[in-house]
């Protein structure tokens, strides 16, 4: 994202697309492994029910152990909220169509007005990333000093102190990650290529 931002800014077109479009197999990586992944990081095993979040947010303000395998009711849907703008963030950029960018790949199949229309939704897309983006990170420090649970190692190490009792999540293979990376970026590429 930030590469993104920068030659945005810069005006390096060129440059821009390829990062949109290391974003795009990012993302199409991290639906694939949202079905087919590890326990903890598939949808069905961390986007509750409204009821749950609900729950979760109102025992917000305790100081309580993090007894969570994987995400929380309420992290799930941010993180399922992420996904969502990052993947309509990536594909409006394939069709943005501007005095800057000239146009994306997709552009030509469609008028020129809806092009245009979907140029602003990208504008207004970043927007609502970066602000998806501020809250979720404003949520991981709120948990860390008002709860005092540690969100981001377990994140970066895929490790995590666990209640006793508590089976651990299955873990997928890192060659089937692998695999499901090089199939992401593969799709990516070719939704990328000018048509």
């Known amino acids: 994202m930030a590469a993104a931002y920068a030659t945005q800014r810069l005006n390096w077109m060129v440059w821009h697309a390829w990062a949109g479009t290391a974003l795009l197999a990012l993302v199409l990586f991290r639906l ?3 079905v087919f ?11 509750a029910a409204p009821a749950a979040v609900l729950l979760h947010l109102s025992h917000l303000l305790r100081r309580e152990p993090d007894r969570e395998v994987g995400h929380n009711a309420a992290g799930g849907w941010s993180v399922m909220l992420l996904i969502g ?3 309509a963030e990536t594909l409006t950029g394939l069709y943005v169509n501007n005095e800057i960018a000239d146009e994306g790949p997709l552009s030509p199949i469609v008028p020129a007005p809806v092009a245009n229309a979907i140029d602003s939704a990208h504008l207004w897309l970043w927007y609502a990333l970066i602000a998806a983006v501020a809250l979720h990170l404003a949520a991981v420090a709120f948990y860390a000093m008002a709860k005092g649970q540690n969100l981001v190692r377990p994140m970066v190490t895929g490790r995590k102190s ?5 089976r651990p999540p299955r873990i997928r293979p890192l060659a089937f990650a692998a695999v499901l990376a ?7 590429a070719l939704l990328s290529a000018r048509l």
């Open 32 to 34: 694939l492994w949202g």
């Open 37 to 47: 992944g590890s326990e903890t990081a598939r949808f069905r095993s961390f986007v």
């Open 85 to 87: 703008l990052l993947l």
């Open 182 to 188: 090089i199939a992401s970026a593969g799709a990516a």
């Open 162 to 166: 666990l209640p006793e009792g508590t």
